[in-house]
């Protein structure tokens, strides 16, 4: 197998090969998971904390549920009530953090490129669960897995995906690894919800959902990021979903088969409507969640591989 990163800090710098390999193991673990053997010891021995600066129940659990099925020693460290507030840096907390000699560290934070300054200061692999407007790229994976699943292949589908991607790391990191894997992407938005330069990411641009949604193979809803938007980009959620809120009607435009996604927690009715939401044949978004345990089982069991690996050779070098 072909992995050789020491932290997963983003999508960018992961080569197809990378994507594939993480993405075949995550596949083992899913039927693992459903078999009646979840739980493994690839983690024993190791410790796991999850600092999440910014709340998020469903991805904390799913990394926390992930580290114990792998048998890791697991601590979530509640950061809303930490030496932060007191005025701590986040450097003097990594260097804390250091001294702790975690094993793996799982950050969640409200500023880009904040993960990235944490994994240059500590002695562990760091895996990014989210940060600002970057990247989230467990929940791309994640997708990606979900996908191939569905369809088969990760590879010439047409995709969509829909709403806020201005304020959307989740939009962001789909986009690199799903570019990375030769589908053609559409971003269907209002053009206040859309960033700049956009047209630098080599995908097609709508402001119509009929037009954008014509003969897609994937429908990937965003929530409306509310809590990053700092104006009035929206006239009100009623009529962003009458305009670009999924419901039968629009998704009639998709393919017969095209499978509905949505990172969560859902916004009904603003976003998409409830039934399309529950519909069994078409949404996957259920799937999406089973699916984020894998991939984050995977993606520690493969940065403790090489974690193991850098320690033994420096054990040998001294």
């Known amino acids: 197998m072909t992995f050789r990163a020491r932290h997963l800090l983003g999508i960018e710098q992961l080569h197809p090969t990378e994507i594939t390999t993480l993405l075949d193991l995550a596949d083992t673990y899913a039927d693992h998971n459903t078999s009646g053997h979840a739980h493994r010891e690839v983690l024993a021995g190791l410790t796991q904390i999850n600092m999440f600066f910014e709340n998020s129940t469903r991805t904390q659990a799913s990394f926390e549920l992930a580290g114990k099925r792998l048998g890791a020693d697991v601590m979530n460290m509640g950061m809303q009530a930490s030496s932060i507030k007191k005025g701590e840096t986040l450097i003097d907390t990594a260097l804390t953090l250091n001294a702790m000699r975690p094993d793996l560290l799982v950050v969640r934070h409200p500023q880009s490129g904040a993960v990235d300054l944490l994994a240059q200061k500590v002695n562990c692999a760091v895996l990014n669960a989210g940060d600002g407007r970057h990247e989230h790229p467990t929940q791309a994976l994640l997708d990606a897995l979900t996908i191939r699943r569905a369809k088969g292949r990760l590879h010439r589908l047409n995709i969509a995906i ?112 409830g039934n399309i939401a529950d519909d069994i044949n078409r949404s996957v978004i259920q799937k999406q969640v089973e699916m984020g345990v894998a991939v984050r089982m995977a993606a520690m069991d493969l940065l403790a591989r090489n974690l193991r690996e850098a320690r033994r050779d420096q054990s040998v070098m001294v």
Not at 212 to 234: P, S, T
Not at 242 to 253: I, Q, V
């Open 162 to 273: 829909c709403g806020d991607i201005a304020h959307s790391r989740v939009a962001r990191s789909n986009i690199m690894l799903l570019g990375k894997m030769e589908n053609r992407i559409r971003l269907i938005g209002p053009p206040t919800l859309m960033p700049a330069g956009i047209g630098d990411f080599g995908v097609e641009v709508y402001d119509d959902m009929v037009k954008g949604l014509q003969g897609v193979d994937v429908v990937m809803m965003l929530r409306l990021q509310k809590e990053r938007m700092d104006g009035g980009f929206i006239p009100s959620e009623r009529e962003y979903f009458h305009r670009y809120g999924l419901d039968a009607a629009k998704l009639s435009h998709a393919k017969p088969d095209a499978i509905v996604m949505h990172p969560g927690p859902m916004n009904r009715g603003v976003e998409i409507d």
